[in-house]
């Protein structure tokens, strides 16, 4: 059963109550909350989500609350937990969509170590992952959300999730923080894109969330090897460049793109090591969506023994 399938009331009572129990990625997650209108938000951003059975164990137990400040007593301040701890000062009421967002990313980011995670998007096509590993600034969430929206299968715009004995990616797909300027370049770009509220005056600045594809998050339970990795950078004017990057070049890069490679130690460079040998390596510099969807369009078409 999905989400939006609730009843707005039912929905409503679970978030209030023992928790609104989701799939997100290979990860369950229960979320609680007080806040009319961080509950209206999540019931449109979160309707394609499937609800956990009763029998299966959440990873995350994450809550938005109210809080209190003696130097400013009027302002509306909310706080993030996850499994009672904070790990964010109060921020005003406004922003809690994000910091709930944020606050999962983080968790993941310092609590999932069976899995070497990289800092990049990844995208699926004709079967293989597409990596987009990239410092933020560089445009990698806008990237993907114009990806997703023509042809490709979200696995994620923060993280490459990848099995480092398998190699496999596993999917984890959700909400995708646009910030300042690339919203309304996506509001023009891809008027059916679903987004939620913008919201001013975070560390970030505005931010406005992409809800994924239902087919991204009906088929989340689906992995794939990757066989690319393109290093995007998006830059202002500038002609498009996708051009062939060195392995030595990739492999340090990717490895200081990813945040437990050094907890991970040899099994990390290993599996390092094993991807960057099996993927085509690239950069890519572009300023326009046409011709970069076009550009990796050809790329993803290409037989393995053409690339």
């Known amino acids: 059963m999905r989400a939006g399938q609730l009843s707005r009331d039912a929905f409503r009572v679970l978030l209030t109550g023992s928790g609104l129990r989701v799939k997100t990625g290979p990860f369950n997650l229960s979320i609680r909350t007080r806040l009319p209108q961080l509950i209206d938000q999540l019931y449109r951003m979160y309707a394609h989500y499937s609800l956990m059975g009763e029998a299966e164990i959440a990873e995350f137990h994450v809550r938005v609350i109210s809080r209190c400040s003696i130097r400013r007593p009027f302002a509306r301040l909310i706080q993030f937990e996850v499994d009672g701890r904070s790990p964010f000062p109060p921020v005003p009421a ?27 998007a990844a995208v699926e096509r004709n079967g293989h992952v597409l990596l987009l590993p990239a410092w933020p600034g560089s445009g990698k969430t806008t990237l993907c959300t114009a990806l997703i929206h023509r042809g490709y299968r979200l696995f994620s715009d923060e993280f490459g999730l990848m099995d480092p004995q398998s190699g496999a990616f596993f999917p984890l797909p959700r909400l995708m923080p646009l910030k300042n300027r690339s919203i309304e370049v996506i509001r ?53 460049q996708l051009e062939p990057l060195p392995r030595s070049e990739a492999f340090l890069l990717l490895a200081s793109n990813a945040f437990n490679y050094e907890l991970l130690g040899e099994t990390a460079f290993n599996a390092v090591t094993h991807l960057v040998r099996n993927c085509e390596c690239r950069k890519l510099v572009y300023s326009d969506f046409d011709s970069v969807l076009a550009a990796l369009d050809a790329l993803t078409d290409m037989p393995a023994d053409m690339n």
């Not at 944020?102 to 069976?114: D, E, K, Q, S, T």
């Open 94 to 120: 406004e922003q809690a969509l994000a910091t709930l967002e944020w606050g999962i990313n983080l968790a993941i980011a310092m609590r999932i170590n069976h899995l070497l995670l990289f800092h990049s």
């Open 188 to 240: 023009d770009y891809l008027p059916e894109a679903v987004l939620g509220p913008e919201i001013p005056g975070t560390l970030k600045g505005t931010v406005a969330h992409v809800r994924p594809p239902q087919e991204s998050i009906r088929r989340t339970d689906e992995t794939a090897q990757s066989r690319w990795i393109v290093f995007p950078k998006w830059s202002t004017g500038a002609a498009l």
